[in-house]
C-alpha cells in the first residue's frame, strides 16, 4: 500500500510539472495570435487547435480542478511577472503603466481563461479569478516601481505618474513593509556615506518628504524610510550650512519656493500630538502591514523646511548658524548691498519669529555704516588715498569674530587709525571704534611692465605683496616682522603669491618678485579663512569661566559625577551660542582638569587631590 502510494505521488507530481508546460505553450500560442492584429485568437492555428483538444480531454476526465487549476494559476502568475518586468522594468517614469497591464490582462488572460475553461459542465466563476489576477498584478507593478523609486525621487514632480502608481497598488496590497526596507537599503548605499555630497544628500531627502508624503499623509512611512538619513544628516558638520545657504540662494531652488509659501513656524512642538485637529475631514488609517512600531504614532503633514530643520529639533542651532553665514557674507560686502540677504531674512523670520532679532540688527548695522561712512568721507579734512568702505558693528549682536593683533599697511591703518576715527569721534560723541583690521578684504591690481593681475584677498595678505612695492626682494623675516605673524604663519601666506606665479623662493626665507608674470583675465579670489571664532573654542572658554563653580560643588559635596556637571551646566548654558551642551564636552573639560592636577578621576567620580 506504502509503494503504491509513493508512486502515485511521484506520477501526480510529474503530471503536474507537465500540465504547467503544457499550458505554458499553451499561453504562449495564445498570446501571440491574441496580440496579431491581423488575427483573432478565434482563429486557431494548428498548434493551437491540438491544445484545445487536450485541454477538452483534461476537462472532460474531471482532472481540471485537482491538477490543472494550480498548473495554470501558477503559470499566468509567472506570465504576468514577466510581461511586467521585461516591458516596464526601468522604463520612463512620466506614464503610468497600471493602464497597459491591465488592458493587456483583459486582452490576453482572462480570454485565455475563458479559452481554456469553455468545455467544462460548470462554468467558472471569472470574477474570483479576476481579483486573484488582478492582485498579482498590483503586486508586480508595485515591486518594479518601489525597485525604481530612488530613480523616481529624483525626477519628481516630473514622475508623478509613477508615485501615483505605488499609491495605488498600496490600496491594493499590502507592500508598505517592502518600500521600507528597499528605499532604506538604497539610501544606504547611496547616500550614508562619505563620498556622497551633502547638497545632494539633502536634495534627495527633500524629494523623499514630497513623494512619501504623497504617498502616505499620515508621516508615518517618512518618519520610519528617513530615520537612518535624518541621523545621519545630523552627524554631518556642513549639514546646517548646506540648507541655509540653499535658503539664502540668489537661484530659486527647492527650498526657497518651499521658504515662499512657508506661513507658520518651522518649529512646533506640538507637531506629533494626537490631539491635531486641522484638516479632521481627510483623515484616513494607516496601511494595515505598517510596523507596529509607527501605527500608535501620527504626525501632521508638515512641508519640506520644517522636516529638515526638525533634525536638530530646537531653532538654536540654526539661527546661530545663520548669523555666522550671514556675518561672513555682510563682512565681505564692499558696496552695502544687502538687499537678497533683507529678503531671505524677512522669509526666514516667517519661521523662526523673534529668533532672528540679532540678525535684524546685523542688516540694520550695514545700512546705518553706509550713512555713517558717506558722513565720514563728507566730515575728513584729509582725502583717503585709497578707495575705502567701513563695517561699523555693534559687537553685542554679532557673533564673535576674530581678532588677531596684526598691523596691515602703514599709510592705510594711519588714516584708518587718525583721521578716520577722528571724524567718527566727534560724529558719535559716545562711541569708539575698535578695529579689527584681520578682517576685510582688498582689492588689488599688480602692474608688470604693461601686465595687470587682479586680486582679492585679505588686509594681510595685500600687506605682505606691497612689502615688494619697493624692492623686488624681502626676506620673510623682516615681512613677519612687517605684519607682527609669526614667521611660520608668514611664510604660509606667502605659499599664496608663489601659488599664484607673482613671487618666487630663490634661497632660504628669500623671497623675489617673479620677472615674467602670466597675465589673467580673471580675479583671482584668495580662500579665506573664517571671521567667526570657531564653536569649539567659544565652547571651550565657557567652561573655563565655570571652573571656580566646578571646584565650589567638588568642595560642598567632596565629589562629583560628570553627569551631574552636565545637568548643572546644561542649565547655565541654555541659550549659548555654541548650541546644546553634550557630556562628551563636559568630560573632556574635566580630564584637562585632571591633567592640570586641579581634579583626580577615581571610581567614575571626580575629587579634589589631596
Given at each position: 500500500?506504502?509503494?503504491?502510494?509513493?508512486?502515485?505521488?511521484?506520477?501526480?507530481?510529474?503530471?503536474?510539472?507537465?500540465?504547467?508546460?503544457?499550458?505554458?505553450?499553451?499561453?504562449?500560442?495564445?498570446?501571440?495570435?491574441?496580440?496579431?492584429?491581423?488575427?483573432?485568437?478565434?482563429?486557431?492555428?494548428?498548434?493551437?487547435?491540438?491544445?484545445?483538444?487536450?485541454?477538452?480531454?483534461?476537462?472532460?476526465?474531471?482532472?481540471?480542478?485537482?491538477?490543472?487549476?494550480?498548473?495554470?494559476?501558477?503559470?499566468?502568475?509567472?506570465?504576468?511577472?514577466?510581461?511586467?518586468?521585461?516591458?516596464?522594468?526601468?522604463?520612463?517614469?512620466?506614464?503610468?503603466?497600471?493602464?497597459?497591464?491591465?488592458?493587456?490582462?483583459?486582452?490576453?488572460?482572462?480570454?485565455?481563461?475563458?479559452?481554456?475553461?469553455?468545455?467544462?459542465?460548470?462554468?467558472?466563476?471569472?470574477?474570483?479569478?479576476?481579483?486573484?489576477?488582478?492582485?498579482?498584478?498590483?503586486?508586480?507593478?508595485?515591486?518594479?516601481?518601489?525597485?525604481?523609486?530612488?530613480?523616481?525621487?529624483?525626477?519628481?514632480?516630473?514622475?508623478?505618474?509613477?508615485?501615483?502608481?505605488?499609491?495605488?497598488?498600496?490600496?491594493?496590497?499590502?507592500?508598505?513593509?517592502?518600500?521600507?526596507?528597499?528605499?532604506?537599503?538604497?539610501?544606504?548605499?547611496?547616500?550614508?556615506?562619505?563620498?556622497?555630497?551633502?547638497?545632494?544628500?539633502?536634495?534627495?531627502?527633500?524629494?523623499?518628504?514630497?513623494?512619501?508624503?504623497?504617498?502616505?499623509?499620515?508621516?508615518?512611512?517618512?518618519?520610519?524610510?528617513?530615520?537612518?538619513?535624518?541621523?545621519?544628516?545630523?552627524?554631518?558638520?556642513?549639514?546646517?550650512?548646506?540648507?541655509?545657504?540653499?535658503?539664502?540662494?540668489?537661484?530659486?531652488?527647492?527650498?526657497?519656493?518651499?521658504?515662499?509659501?512657508?506661513?507658520?513656524?518651522?518649529?512646533?512642538?506640538?507637531?506629533?500630538?494626537?490631539?491635531?485637529?486641522?484638516?479632521?475631514?481627510?483623515?484616513?488609517?494607516?496601511?494595515?502591514?505598517?510596523?507596529?512600531?509607527?501605527?500608535?504614532?501620527?504626525?501632521?503633514?508638515?512641508?519640506?523646511?520644517?522636516?529638515?530643520?526638525?533634525?536638530?529639533?530646537?531653532a538654536d542651532v540654526f539661527v546661530n548658524e545663520y548669523r555666522s553665514l550671514i556675518a561672513e557674507?555682510?563682512?565681505?560686502?564692499?558696496?552695502?548691498?544687502?538687499?537678497?540677504?533683507?529678503?531671505?531674512?524677512?522669509?526666514?523670520?516667517?519661521?523662526?519669529?523673534?529668533?532672528?532679532?540679532?540678525?535684524?540688527?546685523?542688516?540694520?548695522?550695514?545700512?546705518?555704516?553706509?550713512?555713517?561712512?558717506?558722513?565720514?568721507?563728507?566730515?575728513?579734512?584729509?582725502?583717503?588715498?585709497?578707495?575705502?568702505?567701513?563695517?561699523?558693528?555693534?559687537?553685542?549682536?554679532?557673533?564673535?569674530?576674530?581678532?588677531?593683533?596684526?598691523?596691515?599697511?602703514?599709510?592705510?591703518?594711519?588714516?584708518?587709525?587718525?583721521?578716520?576715527?577722528?571724524?567718527?569721534?566727534?560724529?558719535?560723541?559716545?562711541?569708539?571704534?575698535?578695529?579689527?583690521?584681520?578682517?576685510?578684504?582688498?582689492?588689488?591690481?599688480?602692474?608688470?611692465?604693461?601686465?595687470?593681475?587682479?586680486?582679492?584677498?585679505?588686509?594681510?595678505?595685500?600687506?605682505?605683496?606691497?612689502?615688494?612695492?619697493?624692492?623686488?626682494?624681502?626676506?620673510?623675516?623682516?615681512?613677519?616682522?612687517?605684519?607682527?605673524?609669526?614667521?611660520?604663519?608668514?611664510?604660509?601666506?606667502?605659499?599664496?603669491?608663489?601659488?599664484?606665479?607673482?613671487?618666487?623662493?630663490?634661497?632660504?626665507?628669500?623671497?623675489?618678485?617673479?620677472?615674467?608674470?602670466?597675465?589673467?583675465?580673471?580675479?583671482?579670489?584668495?580662500?579665506?579663512?573664517?571671521?567667526?571664532?570657531?564653536?569649539?573654542?567659544?565652547?571651550?572658554?565657557?567652561?573655563?569661566?565655570?571652573?571656580?563653580?566646578?571646584?565650589?560643588?567638588?568642595?560642598?559635596?567632596?565629589?562629583?559625577?560628570?553627569?551631574?556637571?552636565?545637568?548643572?551646566?546644561?542649565?547655565?548654558?541654555?541659550?549659548?551660542?555654541?548650541?546644546?551642551?553634550?557630556?562628551?564636552?563636559?568630560?573632556?573639560?574635566?580630564?584637562?582638569?585632571?591633567?592640570?592636577?586641579?581634579?583626580?578621576?577615581?571610581?567614575?567620580?571626580?575629587?579634589?587631590?589631596?
Amino acid at each position: 500500500s506504502s509503494g503504491i502510494t509513493a508512486e502515485y505521488g511521484e506520477v501526480s507530481k510529474l503530471f503536474s510539472t507537465c500540465c504547467t508546460n503544457f499550458y505554458k505553450r499553451g499561453f504562449d500560442c495564445f498570446d501571440n495570435l491574441a496580440q496579431d492584429i491581423d488575427c483573432s485568437p478565434t482563429e486557431h492555428s494548428e498548434e493551437l487547435k491540438n491544445f484545445d483538444i487536450i485541454n477538452r480531454y483534461l476537462c472532460c476526465l474531471y482532472l481540471f480542478e485537482e491538477f490543472v487549476y494550480d498548473a495554470v494559476l501558477h503559470v499566468l502568475n509567472s506570465q504576468i511577472r514577466l510581461f511586467i518586468t521585461d516591458n516596464f522594468s526601468g522604463c520612463s517614469h512620466d506614464t503610468s503603466i497600471i493602464g497597459p497591464v491591465m488592458s493587456w490582462l483583459n486582452s490576453s488572460v482572462i480570454t485565455f481563461i475563458q479559452f481554456i475553461t469553455q468545455h467544462q459542465l460548470v462554468p467558472p466563476n471569472m470574477e474570483i479569478w479576476k481579483k486573484r489576477l488582478k492582485f498579482f498584478c498590483y503586486k508586480t507593478i508595485a515591486t518594479v516601481r518601489i525597485n525604481d523609486l530612488f530613480e523616481i525621487m529624483v525626477d519628481y514632480p516630473e514622475s508623478h505618474a509613477a508615485v501615483l502608481d505605488i499609491k495605488k497598488c498600496i490600496g491594493h496590497v499590502q507592500c508598505s513593509n517592502y518600500l521600507i526596507k528597499t528605499v532604506q537599503d538604497t539610501f544606504k548605499e547611496r547616500l550614508l556615506h562619505p563620498g556622497a555630497n551633502t547638497e545632494d544628500i539633502i536634495t534627495q531627502y527633500s524629494s523623499a518628504i514630497k513623494v512619501l508624503r504623497f504617498l502616505d499623509p499620515s508621516g508615518a512611512m517618512l518618519e520610519k524610510v528617513c530615520a537612518p538619513l535624518r541621523t545621519y544628516l545630523k552627524k554631518r558638520e556642513d549639514t546646517i550650512r548646506c540648507i541655509l545657504n540653499s535658503l539664502m540662494s540668489e537661484e530659486e531652488n527647492e527650498l526657497t519656493r518651499e521658504l515662499s509659501a512657508t506661513t507658520g513656524t518651522l518649529f512646533n512642538s506640538n507637531e506629533d500630538s494626537d490631539l491635531e485637529t486641522d484638516d479632521w475631514e481627510k483623515w484616513k488609517p494607516q496601511s494595515k502591514d505598517m510596523p507596529t512600531d509607527l501605527k500608535s504614532k501620527t504626525s501632521k503633514s508638515a512641508d519640506i523646511i520644517s522636516t529638515l530643520c526638525s533634525i536638530y529639533g530646537s531653532a538654536d542651532v540654526f539661527v546661530n548658524e545663520y548669523r555666522s553665514l550671514i556675518a561672513e557674507k555682510l563682512l565681505t560686502t564692499s558696496n552695502y548691498d544687502i538687499s537678497l540677504e533683507m529678503r531671505s531674512m524677512e522669509l526666514l523670520k516667517v519661521g523662526f519669529g523673534e529668533d532672528l532679532s540679532q540678525c535684524h540688527i546685523m542688516l540694520q548695522d550695514v545700512v546705518d555704516s553706509k550713512r555713517t561712512h558717506t558722513n565720514i568721507m563728507n566730515k575728513v579734512k584729509q582725502e583717503c588715498p585709497f578707495e575705502i568702505s567701513t563695517l561699523i558693528i555693534s559687537h553685542v549682536f554679532w557673533p564673535n569674530l576674530r581678532n588677531e593683533e596684526v598691523t596691515v599697511y602703514k599709510p592705510l591703518q594711519d588714516y584708518l587709525t587718525g583721521e578716520y576715527q577722528a571724524a567718527f569721534s566727534e560724529l558719535k560723541r559716545s562711541r569708539t571704534l575698535e578695529w579689527k583690521l584681520n578682517l576685510g578684504f582688498v582689492e588689488l591690481d599688480l602692474e608688470f611692465e604693461g601686465r595687470t593681475l587682479s586680486f582679492t584677498v585679505s588686509p594681510v595678505q595685500a600687506t605682505i605683496i606691497l612689502c615688494f612695492e619697493k624692492s623686488e626682494k624681502c626676506h620673510a623675516d623682516t615681512i613677519s616682522n612687517t605684519v607682527g605673524l609669526s614667521l611660520s604663519q608668514t611664510r604660509k601666506k606667502l605659499a599664496f603669491w608663489v601659488t599664484n606665479g607673482v613671487l618666487k623662493e630663490t634661497s632660504k626665507d628669500m623671497f623675489e618678485l617673479e620677472k615674467e608674470v602670466k597675465e589673467s583675465q580673471q580675479v583671482v579670489v584668495e580662500e579665506m579663512d573664517s571671521a567667526m571664532v570657531k564653536i569649539e573654542q567659544v565652547r571651550e572658554e565657557e567652561l573655563e569661566g565655570f571652573t571656580n563653580f566646578v571646584m565650589g560643588l567638588i568642595n560642598q559635596s567632596g565629589q562629583i559625577t560628570v553627569e551631574r556637571v552636565h545637568k548643572l551646566l546644561s542649565l547655565l548654558l541654555s541659550d549659548s551660542v555654541a548650541g546644546q551642551l553634550t557630556q562628551e564636552q563636559v568630560k573632556t573639560f574635566l580630564d584637562k582638569k585632571v591633567k592640570q592636577k586641579l581634579l583626580t578621576f577615581t571610581g567614575g567620580v571626580y575629587k579634589k587631590p589631596r
